[in-house]
């Protein structure tokens, strides 16, 4: 499978990093296709064959800055640079001591998630009718949605795992919805995709597990994204994210994101939507919390 060259097509540095263990990029990464503009079935099939759409424009990016701009608006003022607007959303280099435990009760992630602006946000038609695309069928968006925020430094950034990890106590008939809440170019710390890995066999997975900076946790894959694309063959596909995009990805297709090297803290969404007539995991039917344990 090939990368196809988008209109962000750019030269990246010699090396990247996912929570503080750097990637070379040589021959480990290449852009991810662009399926916006795909009719319905065309859809399906590069679906089914990349495990993933990106699909430029899909939202309105006036409603994704609006939302970035209510979230960050809710933080101390000293969180953000001097003379930056909340919508900008840039880091000041100073996580303020009143912030509380991140997505956990009074922080605002946690806030925002049960507000009734993300609320309408997350109910968009037009990602059910996508998510109906590529299921092909009624589909239904689980209450659990997610906010993933990471600032400059932090050294901490999503490991190598796939979604269904996460999910396996109801069934596979999942789609994930994974929206950068604001222009989000590879330096931010966007999401990437391994490359053919939602066909990869479980007992390779399982035996990439030993190299994690987790090991009393078994649901992520490892934090070693480089020796995970050698492993399982494959590249990670990356792209620059715009606010109004949307990537749908498989509950099999190994991701990971990079470390955010930006003055521009990542704000992202994950949703997920289900066949409704496939059995649901009882844990996705609360609301989110950074706490919660899964």
């Known amino acids: 499978m090939v990368g196809e060259a988008g209109p962000a097509a750019r030269r990246l540095p010699d090396v990247l990093s996912s929570n503080g263990v750097e990637i070379p990029v040589d021959d480990l ?29 899909l939202l309105d990016r006036h409603q ?62 037009r990602l059910l009718a996508t998510a109906e695309t590529l299921l092909d069928g009624p589909c239904e968006l689980l209450p659990r949605r997610i906010l993933r925020h990471f600032h400059r430094g932090s050294g901490k950034a999503s490991r190598a795992h796939i979604d269904y990890d996460y999910m396996d106590q109801g069934s596979d008939q999942l789609v994930t919805a994974w929206i950068p809440l604001g222009d989000c170019p590879i330096e931010c710390g966007g999401l990437i995709y391994l490359e053919g890995s939602q066909r990869a066999a479980a007992g390779k997975l399982d035996q990439l597990r030993e190299y994690t900076d987790r090991p009393d946790d078994r649901r992520p894959i490892s934090n070693d994204l480089s020796r995970t694309a050698r492993e399982l063959g494959g590249r ?45 995991d009882q844990r996705w039917t609360a609301d989110w919390s950074a706490d919660d344990g899964f």
């Open 29 to 57: 990464f290449t852009e991810m296709r662009d399926s916006s503009g795909c009719a319905p079935d065309q859809l399906r099939d590069r679906f089914a064959e990349d495990g993933y759409v990106l699909l430029r424009g």
């Open 64 to 125: 994704v800055h609006s939302l970035r701009a209510d979230y960050f608006g809710r933080f101390d003022p000293d969180y953000l640079a001097p003379g930056s607007s909340a919508e900008a959303g840039l880091f000041s280099g100073t996580v303020p001591a009143t912030v509380p435990e991140y997505g956990t009760a009074g922080h605002p992630a946690y806030d925002l998630v049960r507000s009734a602006k993300f609320d309408a946000f997350t109910r968009d038609p």
């Open 236 to 280: 990670w596909l990356w792209t620059d994210y715009r606010a109004g995009d949307v990537i749908l990805h498989s509950p099999y297709l190994v991701h990971a994101s990079l470390d955010n090297a930006s003055d521009a803290m990542r704000l992202s969404a994950d949703l997920r939507f289900r066949r409704r007539t496939a059995e649901l």
